[in-house]
């Protein structure tokens, strides 16, 4: 597998986050749902896109059973590994693993009877044609999954986004699946049908501290959905200047709960035409 440098740089990110990435509750919550709403059933063929540490793919593998089976591909070999280790665990022969570019995926047209993606589709650079290809993949009356962040979801990112603004810096993060309208419209526009958007809130309440340690300062990390990343356009003196006008923004939203952390989901499906 070649990756580009951006594509480089989220794989690292993900293998240097594997051994904690199941720390975190909602990821557990969130996976659930998205196969709890796909309706898998015994015997059928899974496709797990972006399986991460592979929550959705163990529960897709535990319903479809020995007759069925679940292709779990990721970019990042640390997150594979995590799942490697779940699958000695749970004593599974069902669920094969792929690293692979989930832009760049070959696979049999009309193999698939469900295809999921959860936490991942911002990252993407063309999301339009990776969802026409997917689209390629299933069966007539096959069902897609995906999970797509509000563009009011996660804090750090939000006020980041708006500080880095007044700097001439342009943020995607959410943008891509920010309101249900334009995750209905994503899958509109790759050709599927009775599109249905659920959207569900897990959010909570962190402490000061906690919201300030999600600026992201380093250039060389990767950005959703930009090949380069636009911190590398402001100098040292800019970017401390922005942390601090980010700290103070962050001040003001503080209650005696806390600062809100919203993580509204939009939980996104469609079907493939059954003729």
């Given at each position: 597998m070649k990756l580009d440098q951006y594509k480089q740089q989220i794989a690292d990110?993900?293998?240097?986050?594997?051994?904690?990435?199941?720390?975190?509750?909602?990821?557990?919550?969130?996976?659930?749902?998205?196969?709890?709403?796909?309706?898998?059933?015994p015997g059928q063929q899974v496709?797990?896109?972006?399986?991460?540490?592979?929550?959705?793919?163990?529960?897709?593998?535990?319903?479809?059973?020995?007759?069925?089976?679940?292709?779990?591909?990721?970019?990042s070999t640390g997150m594979?590994?995590?799942?490697?280790?779940?699958i000695e665990t749970f004593k599974l022969n069902n669920i094969e693993i792929m690293l692979a570019d989930a832009e760049a995926l070959e696979l049999a047209e009309n193999s698939c009877d469900r295809i999921l993606c959860s936490s991942a589709l911002i990252w993407l650079i063309d999301i339009p044609a990776t969802l026409r290809n997917w689209?390629?993949?299933?069966?007539?009356?096959?069902?897609i999954g995906f999970h797509g962040f509000a563009d009011t979801a996660f804090i750090g990112g939000v006020i980041q986004k708006q500080v880095l603004k007044k700097y001439?810096?342009?943020?995607?993060?959410?943008?891509?699946?920010?309101?249900?309208?334009?995750?209905?419209?994503?899958?509109?526009?790759?050709?599927?049908k009775d599109i249905e958007v659920k959207t569900e809130q897990y959010g909570n309440y962190i402490s000061?501290?906690?919201?300030?340690?999600?600026?992201?300062?380093?250039p060389n990390s990767p950005t959703p959905g930009l090949l380069t990343n636009p911190l590398s356009q402001l100098t040292p003196a800019q970017?401390?200047?922005?942390?601090?006008?980010?700290?103070?923004?962050?001040?003001?939203?503080?209650?005696?709960?806390?600062?809100?952390?919203?993580?509204?989901?939009?939980?996104?499906?469609?079907?493939?035409?059954?003729?």
């Open positions: 990110l993900y293998s240097r986050r594997s051994s904690t990435y199941d720390e975190a509750e909602w990821h557990h919550q969130i996976a659930h749902r998205l196969v709890e709403q796909a309706q898998i059933n496709l797990d896109i972006a399986t991460g540490t592979g929550m959705v793919a163990i529960e897709a593998a535990q319903i479809v059973g020995d007759e069925g089976r679940v292709i779990a591909v990721d970019i594979l590994e995590q799942l490697k280790r779940k689209h390629r993949f299933l069966k007539p009356g096959g069902i001439g810096v342009s943020l995607i993060y959410n943008e891509s699946t920010g309101t249900a309208e334009k995750c209905h419209n994503l899958l509109q526009q790759a050709g599927f000061l501290e906690q919201a300030k340690q999600m600026w992201v300062e380093n970017l401390e200047q922005a942390k601090t006008a980010f700290d103070a923004e962050l001040e003001t939203l503080v209650t005696e709960q806390g600062i809100w952390n919203d993580i509204s989901i939009h939980f996104t499906l469609g079907r493939k035409n059954p003729s």
